[in-house]
Nanobody, 124 residues
Framework: QVQLVESGGGLVQAGGSLRLSCAAS????????MGWFRQAPGKERDFVAA????????YYADSVKGRFTISRDNAMNTVSLQINSLKPEDTAVYYC?????????????????WGQGTQVTVSS
């Protein structure tokens, strides 16, 4: 079992920045990759960014490339998401997730552990 706890969400004006963090605990040695997803009201949960736990390879949704940066600290078992140039359409609940096996997919269905989510609200 892996437990994930997100922090860092909040209300910010358009153009501002936020840094989301996710702390992993439990059987963290099993983690293969971690990712961030977001879900806006009435919409599906969408992929935002992912990072491999060992090599640090990163992947981003096209909609966030250049504005979002995912990073990890293996020693602290944390993953962060730096969000810059926030837009109102970035408003959503942001979820941290991890998977404990290899997959070539970025789909939410391949992630087997999830945090509770943290709300990000961007005002125009």
């Amino acid at each position: 079992q892996v437990q994930l706890v997100e922090s860092g969400g909040g209300l910010v004006q358009a153009g501002g920045s936020l840094r989301l963090s996710c702390a992993a605990s439990g059987r963290t040695f099993n983690i293969y990759a971690m990712g961030w997803f977001r879900q806006a009201p009435g919409k599906e949960r969408d992929f935002v960014a992912a990072i491999s736990w060992s090599g640090g390879s990163t992947y981003y949704a096209d909609s966030v490339k250049g504005r979002f940066t995912i990073s990890r600290d293996n020693a602290m078992n944390t993953v962060s998401l730096q969000i810059n140039s926030l837009k109102p359409e970035d408003t959503a609940v942001y979820y941290c997730a991890c998977r404990t096996y290899y997959s070539g997919s970025l789909d939410a269905r391949v992630y087997n552990y999830w945090g509770q989510g943290t709300q990000v609200t961007v005002s125009s």
